[in-house]
């Protein structure tokens, strides 16, 4: 009987060949609930302000995945012991870091489902683990920060993560900003383990410094880029006013799919695996396919809004470092109240305000800690002679007020 081989090799636009390294690792990519992820887009609606900005969260865990073999790499041959099944429990745990994301990410999360997507992948691990006769359980130790060796979650989550390293440098290739291009593989080659815990060696230091100003940088050029922001925003305001006229009892055009998330609200600890299978298939073509109906639809909020999405029509968005007077917020409301004859709490579709917050490196978290040549180890802010790096760490909020461009 002919065997199909398993240990395939990709071509990845970032890294150039990646290798699936074990038959564990074949299966769950190849499992519906990852293959899932080639239809949700890794930048949400970034694609409005960088057309190259298609990639999805299956380019991104894959890559996530390469990146940690070669962590695993670095550390054993600097004398770091990792066995082949705590090997295994890494990649496994990378690579389904984000499987719990649903259709455009964050959008969807405030504004459908409650759960966020940290404790759906978690959800989908345990369920994968009961499918793959317990094979996942390391895995799933070391994603819930169970597992006794700490620097083995800080390879997953921590602020110098295989997450961040990768997603800095793909979101950069494919948007283009280059101000994100960061060096992984020097990254990598520093990295190494003191007292159980992630350390970079001193001579990584700049490297470090480069990565959290890349990382600052493709916050304000990119995830936070003001067109970004707002027509995020549009997308939740459209699925909290969908989501408010099936309440009323109006029939909305939908797959099977959306509309049983539409219908319905779930908590971490009513989830379960017909719930999954749902989730599992709701993707971002499911909300786009709504949304390209819905700007038909009689309502003037639901109508008006999706017609902004689909045509980049967007609300005008004024970005501040001070905070919005109330009374410019209460007059544009007036304004648009009259313009457009609706209701006050109807206008907070089209006029709303709130903050953007940029922090690089948080001093609140899990440090990044510098291992010193005299064995020493000393957080990244107080370790690096250079000023900037501690301003940094200081984050960055501003404010920001929406509302429409021109009156119809």
């Known amino acids: 009987m002919h065997s199909i081989n398993k240990l395939k090799i990709l071509n990845d636009p970032i890294y150039g060949f990646i290798t699936i390294p074990n038959t564990l690792i074949y299966d769950l990519i190849q499992h519906p609930y990852f293959q899932r992820l080639r239809r949700i ?18 380019h991104h865990a894959l890559g996530c995945m390469h990146i940690m073999q070669q ?32 259709p455009f990410s964050h959008a969807l999360e405030h504004s459908v489902i409650e759960v966020h997507h940290e404790e759906l992948s978690l959800l989908f691990m345990e369920q ?21 060796r700490k620097f083995m979650l800080q390879l997953i989550s921590s602020q110098l993560d295989m997450d961040r390293m990768d997603y800095l440098k793909r979101d950069s290739f494919y948007t ?32 470090i410094e480069k990565f959290l100003m890349a990382r600052r940088l493709m916050y304000w050029q990119a995830y936070l880029h003001k067109t970004s922001v707002v027509a995020e925003l549009t997308l939740t305001k459209i699925l909290k006013r969908a989501k408010e006229l099936i309440n009323r009892g109006e029939q909305l055009f939908g797959s099977p799919f959306l509309l049983f998330f539409m219908n319905h609200k779930f908590d971490f600890n009513t989830i379960d695996k017909n719930i999954l299978d749902q989730f599992s298939n ?9 949304i390209k109906q819905w700007q038909f639809h009689s309502d003037f909020v639901l109508s008006s809004l999706c017609k ?16 919005i007077h109330k009374e410019k917020y209460l007059e544009l409301k007036e304004k648009y109240i009259k313009a457009y004859r609706l209701v006050e709490k109807d206008i907070d579709y089209f006029v709303f305000k709130g903050k953007l917050k940029n922090e690089a490196y948080s001093r609140s978290s899990e440090p990044i800690r510098i291992l010193k040549k005299d064995g020493t180890i000393e957080n990244v802010v107080e370790a690096s002679d250079q000023m900037h790096l501690k301003a940094l760490s200081k984050p960055v909020t501003k404010y920001f007020i929406c509302y429409p461009k021109v009156i119809d």
């Not at 694609?47 to 990639?55: K, Q, T």
């Not at 520093?190 to 970079?200: F, G, I, P, R, S």
């Not at 709701?282 to 709504?290: I, T």
């Open 71 to 102: 962590a695993v790499q670095t550390l054993r041959f600097k004398g770091v012991a990792i066995s082949n099944e705590e090997e295994t429990a890494l990649y496994v745990t990378i690579l389904l870091h984000d499987i719990g994301h649903g």
């Open 282 to 290: 709701l993707d971002d073509y499911d909300v786009l396919g709504a």
């Open 176 to 207: 283009g900003v280059n101000e994100g291009n960061i060096n992984s593989e020097r990254l990598i080659q520093m990295l190494n383990v003191k007292d159980d815990y992630l350390v970079m060696e001193e001579k990584g230091i700049y490297s």
């Open 308 to 323: 902004m999405l689909i045509h980049r029509h967007l609300l005008k968005i004024e970005i501040t470092e001070d905070k």
């Open 128 to 148: 994968l683990n009961k499918e793959f006769d317990g094979q996942l359980g390391l895995a799933i130790q070391i994603f819930k920060g169970e597992y006794a």
């Open 41 to 58: 887009a890794q930048m949400g609606m970034s694609y409005l302000v960088y057309p190259g900005a298609h990639h999805t969260r299956f």
